[in-house]
T-cell receptor, first 114, second 112 residues
Framework: GAVVSQHPSWVICKSGTSVKIECRSLDFQATTMFWYRQFPKQSLMLMAT?????????EQGVEKDKFLINHASLTLSTLTVTSAHPEDSSFYIC??????????FGQGTRLTVV | GDSVTQMEGPVTLSEEAFLTINCTYT??????LFWYVQYPGEGLQLLLK?????DKGSNKGFEATYRKETTSFHLEKGSVQVSDSAVYFCALSDQGNTPLVFGKGTRLSVIA
């Protein structure tokens, strides 16, 4: 199947700093990518839909100024957690579809804010 | 809107036991159905899928059949192994380029 690569796998940052997470589709073009957040032992919570060349669509309750999403090309979307605080610590996962039925997921990024 | 309901976990089984994880869905159209598996600390991997009624998806000994009449897509495996311990998510897709709709996940622990 198609491959989605997410980087970094884990990151520890100080409170108040910003962290960028990259999501790349390696062998297909993804016009749309999705960003999820997963709390321990819970399901995935959709944060936003990222469309190449246009603004992301955020789910209700997700702060767009806190979670900046950029989809600069058909193979790359980035999520930047700005001014991170301990409550932003979580597992973030991206996924991509290219009009196919299934979605392909990145490996996830474990963010710890200290 | 569309929704997926799957059985609550955790499920604990002995090695070689039979596994069933129930999944039912609500959708306005004719969705594609999926089972994804998540191992600790990792993203989700597609386990199997079915795109139309009566299709059976299978992979690694796991099977699920798309039952339109009961709006179900139950996951089964005849003999589980310790390495099958993971969280299993049932999901549906109504159309391309929209996010999948996920169930809450079922944690499976297989003990030797």
């Amino acid at each position: 199947g198609a491959v989605v690569s997410q980087h970094p796998s884990w990151v520890i940052c100080k409170s108040g700093t910003s962290v960028k997470i990259e999501c790349r589709s390696l062998d297909f073009q993804a016009t749309t990518m999705f960003w999820y957040r997963q709390f321990p032992k819970q399901s995935l919570m959709l944060m936003a839909t990222s469309n190449e060349g246009s603004k992301a669509t955020y789910e209700q309750g997700v702060e767009k100024d806190k979670f900046l999403i950029n989809h600069a090309s058909l193979t790359l979307s980035t999520l930047t957690v700005t001014s991170a605080h301990p409550e932003d610590s979580s597992f973030y996962i991206c996924s991509a579809r290219a009009g196919s039925t299934e979605a392909f997921f990145g490996q996830g990024t474990r963010l710890t804010v200290v | 809107g569309d929704s997926v309901t799957q059985m609550e976990g955790p499920v604990t089984l002995s090695e070689e036991a039979f596994l069933t994880i129930n999944c039912t869905y609500t959708a306005t159209g004719y969705p594609s159905l999926f089972w994804y598996v998540q191992y600790p600390g990792e993203g989700l991997q597609l386990l199997l899928k079915a795109t139309k009624a009566d299709d059976k998806g299978s992979n690694k000994g796991f099977e699920a059949t798309y039952r339109k009449e009961t709006t179900s897509f139950h996951l089964e495996k005849g003999s589980v192994q310790v390495s099958d311990s993971a969280v299993y998510f049932c999901a549906l897709s109504d159309q391309g380029n929209t996010p999948l709709v996920f169930g809450k996940g079922t944690r499976l622990s297989v003990i030797a």
